[in-house]
Structures are given as C-alpha cells and as structure tokens.
C-alpha cells in the first residue's frame, strides 16, 4: 500500500530523490512522513508534508539538505536529498498518518511502507 522506492548508492556530496507511491485508499487525506532506520538505531523522523503540502516539517539535523515534497494527481510523496553524507545511510521509509500532529514520532504513524535503501560512500 505504501511503497518506497530510489534509493542506491551515492557518493558523499550527491544526492537522490526518494519516491513514496501510496494506493487511494490511503493517500487521500493522509500527511505522510519520511523516516529512516540506520543499523543498530533507532527509527528517525526526517521531513513530513500535509495532505494538501502547505505545511511541513523537518528534523533538525537535516533541515537544508532535505525538502519533501508531493504531487496529489500521482499519489506520490518525493524526498529530495542533497549533499549526502555517510550518516545518511539508512533504510529509508514513508508513512501515512491522518491528522497533523506530533508528526515527528514513529508511533503516531497508521501505516507504513517498505523502505529503501540509501548508502552513502565516503
């Protein structure tokens, strides 16, 4: 239902451009998420959209390097990333949530995708 996709293998300093397609079912309506899983950590917030992408939300540690974005008509949430670094490799995942709150925590989040992997060489 949600799926990621993108992710590869980039050098330091590149970038990528993630994509989170949804079914109907769940985009309509929902504000999505983007979060990432390094090995041996924790799950991490890094951006959010509202439905209708007037609102957003960045994590600190990655706010400039990264912009979320979506395209309602294709059901489809982008992660825009730039100037990767090695800490960025992780499995990256999107997730749908129905109202605007709290939108950094894991938790709060109904459905989730499979992620992607994004390694990044020094």
């Known amino acids: 239902q949600l799926q990621a996709s993108g992710g590869g293998l980039v050098q330091a300093g590149g970038s990528l451009r993630l994509s989170c397609t949804t079914t109907?079912?769940?985009?309509?309506?929902?504000?999505m998420g983007w979060f990432r899983q390094a090995p041996g950590k924790e799950r991490e917030f890094v951006a959010a959209?509202?439905?209708?992408?007037?609102?957003?939300n960045y994590s600190d540690a990655l706010k400039g390097r990264v912009t979320v974005s979506r395209d309602n008509a294709k059901n489809t949430v982008y992660l825009q990333m730039n100037n990767l670094k090695p800490d960025d490799t992780a499995v990256y995942y999107c997730?749908?949530?129905?109202?605007?709150?709290?939108?950094?925590?894991?938790?709060?989040?109904?459905?989730w995708g499979r992620g992607t992997q994004v390694t990044v060489s020094s």
């Open positions: 109907g079912r769940i985009y309509n309506g929902y504000h």
């Open positions: 997730a749908a949530k129905p109202s605007w709150t709290s939108v950094s925590v894991v938790a709060n989040y109904d459905y």
């Open positions: 959209i509202s439905y209708r992408g007037d609102d957003t």
